[in-house]
């Protein structure tokens, strides 16, 4: 089984007030706790349970959460499962966006549903 690290672009959709899915911060650490079905987080490949390591290539924790609700158009999250974080730590191996464990992602900027003719 090959670990990675997963780098997924979200767009904020005309159907959703937000990005679909939910944060948990436990000490310093960012979890994702629930995903919207069909929101831009399911469709960016973003999982239940992902650490969030960095928002918008930014590694500053205690700034996530305002990151994430800034009103912007389009976020970018760093994000692994816990299994794969114990194993980039115990190898100290760091993500970033030219890691070779990395994944991109990219949720599409708008839902098929929805016209891009306004």
């Not at 672009?9 to 000490?27: H, M, N």
């Not at 999982?47 to 305002?66: F, K, M, P, Q």
């Not at 994944?103 to 306004?118: D, G, R, T």
Request: glycine share 4%; proline share 3%; charged share 25%.
């Amino acid at each position: 089984m090959f670990l990675s690290g997963r780098c997924c672009a979200l767009w904020k959709w005309s159907t959703f007030s937000d990005y679909g899915f939910v944060i948990q911060q436990k000490a310093d650490t960012f979890f994702i706790l629930l995903i919207e079905k069909d929101s831009p987080a399911a469709f960016g490949r973003l999982l239940r349970g992902d650490i969030i390591l960095a928002v918008n290539e930014s590694h500053i924790y205690n700034e996530v959460a305002a990151w994430i609700a800034a009103d912007k158009e389009k976020v970018e999250l760093l994000v692994c499962q816990p299994v794969e974080k114990e194993y980039f730590d115990k190898f100290k191996i760091i993500l970033g966006s030219t890691s070779s464990y990395l994944k991109f992602f990219v949720a599409p900027a708008y839902k098929a549903s929805e016209s891009i003719l306004k």
